[in-house]
């Protein structure tokens, strides 16, 4: 199954990931692909308000991943991006993330395909300038095996 939304501000984006993180249940895992500076790390803001995470929410660039216990349910936030092999993430230990009882967005998923979970929702942010400069067109798709 495939949802697409648009949304028309960087509020609107955020808006749409706190309904996300509303709904979102013990061992969700979200794949959140997008080029640089497509409004990632705002989407992933609002998922983590909508978990009620009150601290500060940024990209994990460096760390890998970062964890917030202080929400309704554990939430992890992976940024792959600076991965150079899937062994990385055996000794941060995702498999604990990703199947655990928590909810996992993991963004530049990509470079980790063959250790992503069977089922997981995809989330493809893209600009569309001629839309306007905050334009996003938001793309959920329902992955199961």
């Known amino acids: 199954m495939q949802t697409i939304y648009e949304t028309f501000s960087r509020e609107e984006t955020a808006e749409l990931g ?3 993180g509303r ?5 969700d895992v979200y794949t959140l692909t997008g080029e640089l500076g497509v409004g990632k790390t705002v989407f992933t803001q609002g998922v983590a308000a909508g978990l009620s995470i009150e601290e500060p929410v940024s990209s994990p660039t460096f760390t890998i991943v970062q964890i917030y216990e202080s929400g309704r349910l554990p939430f992890y936030h992976f940024d792959v991006y600076r ?3 899937v062994e990385e993430m055996e000794e941060i230990g995702y498999e604990d993330c990703f199947y655990g009882e928590g909810v996992t967005i993991i963004e530049w998923a990509g ?6 979970p ?4 995809e989330i493809r942010i893209e600009k569309d300038l001629e839309k306007g400069f905050d334009y ?4 959920i798709t329902e992955v199961e095996p």
Request: glycine share 4%; net charge positive; charged share 35%.
């Open 83 to 85: 991965i150079a092999d």
């Open 23 to 27: 709904a979102a249940q013990a061992g």
């Open 118 to 121: 069977p089922n997981r929702k």
């Open 136 to 139: 996003r067109r938001i793309t």
């Open 111 to 116: 470079l980790i395909e063959e250790i992503l």
């Open 18 to 20: 706190k309904r996300i």
